[in-house]
C-alpha cells in the first residue's frame, strides 16, 4: 500500500498563505482507510471475486466484492456501522489499522478535505462497492495557485471550494456543495446563486435540474461578442434592476424568466419580464418564442447591438 502510494501517486505542490509544501495526489490515510475497509467488509461468500484497484489520471477506485452490508447505506455511511466479517475487523483492529466505531470513514473524509480535495464518493449495488478518491492530475495546477491566479483570494474558504470542486469535476450541483462544505440545502442554494450573480459560476436549468459550471469571471473561455462591455451611456441609462438582470443575461449566456427569477433573488415575476421587455426594446438583448404569450421563452444578448452614441430612455 505504502508503496503504490509513493510509486504511483505523484505528489503536487499546495500553497497556502506563505508556506509551501509538497503533499500526495490522495493522503496515505485515504488510500489506505478504502483499502483495509476493502479487506474487512468484502463479500467472502463470492468465491472467484477480488478486490480491485484501478488507477486513473484523475482518481483512484477502490472496488470490492458485495454491496455495503448490513444496514449501511452510501446516505448513512457517516453514521451507521456494521461488520460483515467481526473477526477479521477484529484481527485488524489489535493491528492498527482499523478505526473504532466507524471514525475511519470521518478520517477519510477529513485527511481528503485537509488535501484540498473532493470528499470520497461512494457507489453500491447489489454485487460490488466502490470507493472513488479524486485528485490532482500531474499538469493540473495546485488549487491555492489557480484560485490566486484567478482573483478569488477575498473569496470565503466555501466559496473557494465550490470553485475548485466545479473546476475539477466540471460543474458543481447543490448537492455536492452541501457534501464539500456541510451545509444545508437553503445555504447552498443562496450561496451558489451569490456565486452566480459575481460571476464566478454559471448557472444551467433551474430547480431541481440544476448544476453550475465556471463562469467568466472564474476563467472560462470568453465570448468577447458577449462580454465587451457596453458604453457607460448605455448602461447609465438603465434602472438598476435593467443592469441586474442584464448582467445575468450576460453571463449566462441564454436564459428563461424563470431562470432570472432564481439568479437574482427578485421576487417579482413581473418587473423581470419588464425589464426583459425593455431590454429587447432598446435591442440590448433578443427574444426567442413560439409566440407573445410563449412561457419557454428565452432571452440572449444582441450580438449586433453597437451604440453609436447615448442610448434613449425606453418609452413609459
Known amino acids: ?19 509551501v509544501e509538497e503533499v500526495p495526489a490522495v493522503p496515505l490515510f485515504a488510500l489506505r482507510e478504502a483499502m483495509v475497509n476493502a479487506v474487512c467488509h468484502r463479500d467472502y461468500a463470492l468465491v472467484g471475486a477480488n ?3 484501478r488507477l486513473f489520471a484523475d482518481r483512484l477506485e477502490v472496488q470490492s466484492p458485495g454491496g455495503l452490508p448490513g444496514s449501511v447505506t452510501v446516505d448513512n455511511i457517516l453514521t451507521e456501522s456494521y461488520a460483515r466479517n ?23 473524509f477529513t485527511s481528503m478535505e485537509d488535501a484540498h480535495l473532493p470528499p470520497p464518493e461512494f457507489t453500491n449495488s447489489e454485487t460490488s462497492f466502490t470507493v472513488t478518491l479524486r485528485f490532482r492530475a500531474p499538469d493540473e495546477a495546485d488549487p491555492a495557485s489557480w484560485l490566486a491566479d484567478i482573483g478569488a483570494g477575498s473569496l470565503a474558504l466555501k466559496e473557494h471550494k465550490a470553485l475548485v470542486f466545479a473546476r475539477r469535476t466540471g460543474r458543481i450541483v447543490s448537492a455536492d456543495y452541501q457534501s464539500v462544505n456541510s451545509v444545508d440545502g437553503a445555504e447552498a442554494g443562496t450561496q ?4 452566480v450573480r459575481s460571476g464566478w459560476l454559471v448557472q444551467h436549468g433551474t430547480r431541481g435540474e440544476a448544476y ?23 448602461l447609465d441609462s438603465l434602472s438598476a434592476s435593467q443592469c441586474r438582470i442584464l448582467d445575468i443575461v450576460v453571463r449566462q449566456r441564454k436564459v428563461k424568466v424563470s431562470e432570472v427569477l432564481e439568479i437574482s433573488g427578485l421576487k417579482d415575476r413581473r418587473t423581470i419580464q419588464r425589464a426583459l421587455a425593455a431590454l429587447a426594446e432598446r435591442g440590448l438583448v433578443v427574444r426567442h418564442a413560439s409566440s407573445r404569450t410563449d412561457p419557454n421563452a428565452t432571452y440572449e444578448v444582441n450580438r449586433d447591438f453597437r451604440a453609436e452614441g ?7
Open 212 to 234: 453550475y459550471a465556471l463562469g467568466p469571471k472564474a476563467g472560462s473561455t470568453p465570448d468577447t461578442a458577449v462580454d465587451a462591455p457596453l458604453p457607460a451611456a448605455v
Open 192 to 195: 451558489l446563486r451569490a456565486l
Open 310 to 316: 447615448p442610448a434613449q430612455d425606453p418609452p413609459s
Open 86 to 108: 467481526p473477526r477479521i475487523a477484529d484481527i485488524l483492529r489489535d493491528l492498527g489499522y482499523v478505526e473504532r466505531h466507524g471514525l475511519g470513514i470521518d478520517n477519510m
Open 1 to 19: 500500500m505504502e508503496r503504490l502510494h509513493k510509486e504511483r501517486l505523484a505528489p503536487g505542490v499546495l500553497a497556502d498563505g506563505f508556506r
Open 51 to 53: 478486490i480491485q484497484v
